[in-house]
Antibody, heavy 118, light 107 residues
Framework: QVQLVQSGAEVKKPGASVKVSCKVSGYTLTELSMHWVRQAPGKGLEWMGGFDPEDGETIYAQKFQGRVTMTEDTSTDTAYMELSSLRSEDTAVYYC???????????WGQGTMVTVSS | DIQMTQSPSTLSASVGDRVTITCRASQSISSWLAWYQQKPGKAPKLLIYKASSLESGVPSRFSGSGSGTEFTLTISSLQPDDFATYYCQQYNSYPITFGQGTRLEIK
């Protein structure tokens, strides 16, 4: 059974970077296509990017291009999402999620709260 | 980008009611649509994929229909555990996009 366990809450100052981790168990990371979704307080879900297995590349939402980097460490089955140049609007819960069955996100991490405040 | 529009934004209903939530895509997404349920402080939970396929373990009172640009999520008989926020999501093409959400509250 696949589980995604994310790193703990972070508090960052504007302009800093944050790196959130997502540890996979029950599968190896190479068997999965990891995506990242965020949710600002009281707001909806926003896809940030993820791995496209058809192209073998990571695709980023245009809104985050140049500020986000998604990486993987296959030796530890851990995925990472790093967001730089943080601003207050980046305060949100960040989720990793993966489609096991194909397409829709059937497995989600528990979420990581990132607070950006001076 | 494909825009996903849900209606209504808020829905008040009672236990036992039959409710329907609609999701419209700004262009055809075939059947590449999912529905999620989210409760406060929790990650979203997949209910329906490929427009009408019920995720394993999800009660049969949930059903999905539609194709192209118009989709619906129906709950046949609301249970107390169903009061939550529901999101549609298209995964036909990148960027993946979500609807703005429908909050289902107790009348």
């Amino acid at each position: 059974q696949v589980q995604l366990v994310q790193s703990g809450a972070e508090v960052k100052k504007p302009g800093a970077s944050v790196k959130v981790s997502c540890k996979v168990s029950g599968y190896t990371l190479t068997e999965l296509s990891m995506h990242w979704v965020r949710q600002a307080p009281g707001k909806g879900l926003e896809w940030m990017g993820g791995f496209d297995p058809e192209d073998g590349e990571t695709i980023y939402a245009q809104k985050f291009q140049g500020r986000v980097t998604m990486t993987e460490d296959t030796s530890t089955d851990t995925a990472y999402m790093e967001l730089s140049s943080l601003r207050s609007e980046d305060t949100a819960v960040y989720y990793c999620a993966t489609p096991i069955g194909g397409g829709a996100f059937d497995i989600w991490g528990q979420g990581t709260m990132v607070t950006v405040s001076s | 980008d494909i825009q996903m529009t849900q209606s209504p934004s808020t829905l008040s209903a009672s236990v036992g009611d039959r409710v329907t939530i609609t999701c419209r895509a700004s262009q055809s997404i075939s059947s590449w649509l999912a529905w999620y349920q989210q409760k406060p402080g929790k990650a979203p939970k997949l209910l329906i994929y490929k427009a009408s396929s019920l995720e394993s373990g999800v009660p049969s009172r949930f059903s999905g229909s539609g194709s192209g640009t118009e989709f619906t999520l129906t709950i046949s008989s609301l249970q107390p555990d169903d009061f939550a926020t529901y999101y549609c999501q298209q995964y036909n093409s990148y960027p993946i996009t979500f609807g703005q959400g429908t909050r289902l509250e107790i009348k």
